[in-house]
């Protein structure tokens, strides 16, 4: 995700590949709305889960570069912005 403080839309990209680093699947958008970084991380992974279940693929191993995100889904991080 790529975020920009202020009334400003935010983007996001992601990709899918295969086991051996093979690009299989790309797309990337925009949305607004999104107040803080992890507000846009969050819907950059809720849009990339998306993606992934629309296509068929269902045995998914999700990266990314944010460890706040991380720390976020694995419960030792709150936001009251991101919890619903």
Known sequence: AAHREGPHDSGMGWLIRNKHG???EAGMGKFEGRS??????????IW???ACSSLGYR???FEGDNLSILK???GEAYS????H
């Open 22 to 24: 093979t690009l299989l």
């Open 72 to 74: 976020y889904i694995k």
């Open 80 to 83: 009251s912005r991101c919890q």
């Open 48 to 50: 990339s889960m998306q």
């Open 36 to 45: 803080t970084v992890m507000e846009s991380e969050l819907s950059a992974l």
């Open 59 to 61: 045995n998914v191993i």
